[in-house]
DNA sequence: ACGCTAGTGTCAGTCGCTGACAATTGACAA
DNA sequence: TTGTCAATTGTCAGCGACTGACACTAGCGT
């Protein structure tokens, strides 16, 4: 997307997505599929991939707060250093895979058919991102893994306070997506946040529900996901460009 | 409420209400209206409403994160180790008010008298908590700074991920009342967190407003957050008790 | 083969925060 | 008043998160 810059970036290093000095590079580089990473690449992505997975290796098991930056670095056999030159911080690495799946949702939405109504581009694009993010997640790290670490965030003060910041943003995004795609404007018509926040509230007890009960598998989530979304459609399948109300 | 114990304590030194070892002291101390607090008392009071002004005056010029807890601390002519012993933390004495303001409100809210509906109580209970806030705030810091620092807390991302979680807790103790008022259990009736979860939202959205306006004065505050619960009021003047819906 | 530069390690230093110990100093009784 | 006891505070040392500076190594393009 944001097209190579000096310095680490790609694989996305530091908070991409974020500032972001706006498009450039009127370079080369083929449009679609990416000629082979070439060794750096790849050497990168490796250790960026370990470091994520050693972290959370070891943040679900000793705990967030008990395990150090060295401790992880030493895992993977980089210095301390090199670790904050993937990472902002700590925290951020705990969030990585988080990223990847919200980037996902962000993105599916975005390919939503317009004709849709927002309800059901929000709907139709969580399900649609649990169904590939699987794999995408499985390439970085076990998705046990990642479940679990989810499960940590929520129990874990600083990370639940970073969590809860990092949806707040979410539902900006996602907010000014929908309204774009009903041609409203977000600071005028309180309706995109209104069926956002909605939504979002949805998702959130869907997390609480799939993290209180037993069956903790990805297929539980999708399941929990849609039947939740499945309650709230009825009273929220709204047409608001043509005006009816289905 | 606690009792005193040993080491630091009574005008809420670290985190009150957390923890606390349990009630136990079984000496002296008359029931109500506490003795003249003796001249330490009233210097570690000095002590700890210096360190909040300063800190808070600091945050609010300079930034939060450009301010250090040396800075504070030597402002007030203390050492950093007792900057740390009124306060957990650097992000604890930011919230110093407004934990204030908080307990203001939940005592107001335990008061309200029973035959009023759940959403009545808690809008009667925040109206009148502003009435009385202004002078308490007043005895620590001057309001017009209170205000600023509440700006400043929703634009510094540290802060603002504190204050989500910090709400958060909130809601859960203020679900909790109601649920008793009421005579339910929060963990089986939706009803209390749904109501309370529409509450606070609407308390948030008044809290953006005034930072955005342009009378940031306290009285507006007051007057904002009674338009705008009045505006839910209609929807939500339930009586959950005796069935009826108005 | 040969620069160029991206990526890494090392070093030193700042800042938040904590435990331990010693020095003060109110509070209270003899 | 004096002395004892315990509450506060300061000092010191140290850990862990994080950053800037600089030197070094190794892919990459020529």
Redesign the interface.
């Known amino acids: 997307m944001t097209a190579p810059a000096p310095g680490l970036d790609d694989p996305g290093l530091k908070t991409p997505g974020l500032d972001d000095p706006g498009p450039r590079d009127p370079a080369p580089r083929a449009p679609a599929a990416a000629s082979p990473p070439g060794l750096r690449e790849r050497k990168k992505r490796r250790t960026r991939d370990a470091l994520i997975r050693e972290a959370l290796e070891l943040f679900t098991t000793q705990g967030y707060e008990r395990t150090t930056v060295d401790e992880i670095a030493d895992a993977v056999e980089v210095s301390q250093r090199t670790f904050f030159r993937y990472f902002a911080s700590k925290e951020e690495v705990a969030f990585a895979v988080q990223r990847m799946v919200e980037e996902r949702f962000v993105h599916a939405l975005a390919q939503r058919p317009p004709q849709e109504g927002p309800f059901d581009a929000m709907r139709n694009a969580v399900l649609c991102a649990w169904d590939t993010i699987g794999e995408a997640i499985a390439e970085v790290v076990p998705v046990e893994l990642h479940l679990r670490t989810f499960r940590m965030i929520e129990s874990t003060?600083a990370l639940?306070?970073?969590h809860?910041?990092r949806s707040?943003e979410m539902e900006e995004t996602i907010s000014r997506i929908v309204a774009d795609r009903e041609g409203l404007d977000v600071d005028e018509d309180p309706r995109p946040r209104i069926a956002v926040?909605t939504f979002s509230?949805a998702m959130r007890v869907t997390a609480q529900m799939w993290g209180r009960g037993t069956d903790q598998s990805l297929a539980a989530i999708r399941e929990l996901t849609e039947r939740y979304l499945d309650h709230l459609n009825p009273a929220l399948a709204l047409r608001w460009r043509d005006g009816s109300t289905t």
Do not use: G, K, S
Request: a positive charge; proline letters at 11%.
């Open positions: 003060p639940l306070a970073a809860l910041r707040a926040a509230a």
